[in-house]
């Protein structure tokens, strides 16, 4: 089973500070690992992807296979990344396209 | 182009009516989803389309939800005898699915489905 944990309901940071938001991860394969973000009154939408190695928006995230973790980061918080963030895991090289999600993490940067 | 479009937006129903809710996914995506965003729940995987293939209806949380999609193209899920703890905002998503390589999942605005 696959199954994936984001342990933060709430993160609170004020503006200029670092930010992490933890995501574990249980795969018995190799998984694509997933951040996709909600801002208010927005559609999901995705953030960023582990296979792509890329920053979105000042955001990073790598993939830790020995601690099963794909915890995403920002040196820097700006007030506009207030949203719920979700980690999210699928089993492509299953054939398993959907998604896995956490219960999400709710980003407030306070100015 | 238009992204994913979702109807009704909102959709009050009483315990035990039927609803259908639609789905229009972009134009030339292969694979369809349906996801339920609870709360305290998060977001659940309900039933995925993949071109011709049976569908995935291993999310299905119970044989009172079904899904079809007509034509390669738009879909409907259909709940019958609502209950309450169906309320919820149901999510659908479209991706590419190129070959080999990892799909972005394109979302729409969801369906907001209060059962009273």
């Known amino acids: 089973a696959q199954r994936v944990t984001q342990p933060e309901k709430l993160l609170s940071v004020f503006k200029g500070a670092p930010v992490e938001l933890k995501c574990n991860y249980s795969y018995s394969g190799s998984p694509e690992l997933f951040w996709y973000v909600q801002y208010s009154r927005q559609r999901l939408q995705l953030l960023l992807r582990?296979?792509s190695r890329e920053s979105i928006k000042g955001f990073t995230a790598d993939l830790n296979k020995g601690e099963t973790s794909f915890h995403l980061k920002k040196p820097f918080a700006q007030e506009e990344d207030s949203a719920m963030y979700y980690c999210?895991?699928?089993?492509?090289?299953?054939?398993?396209?959907?998604?896995?999600f956490g219960s999400g993490t709710r980003l407030q940067v306070q100015p | 182009g238009a992204g994913v479009s979702q109807s009704p937006s909102n959709k009050v129903t009483e315990k035990g009516k039927d609803v259908e809710l639609r789905c229009d996914p972009i134009s030339g995506h292969t694979a369809l989803y349906w996801y339920r965003q609870s709360l305290g729940q998060g977001l659940e995987f309900l039933i995925y389309f993949q071109g011709n293939s049976a569908p995935d209806k291993s999310g299905l949380p119970s044989d009172r939800f079904s899904a079809e999609r007509t034509g390669g193209s738009v879909s409907t899920l259909t709940i019958q005898r609502t209950q309450q703890e169906d309320s919820a905002v149901y999510l659908c998503?479209?991706?590419?699915?190129?070959?080999?390589?990892?799909?972005?999942?394109?979302f729409g605005p969801g369906t907001r489905l209060t059962v009273l």
């Open positions: 999210a895991l699928s089993g492509i090289g299953t054939g398993r396209r959907a998604l896995t």
């Open positions: 582990h296979i």
């Open positions: 998503a479209s991706s590419l699915v190129p070959a080999g390589g990892s799909d972005e999942q394109f």
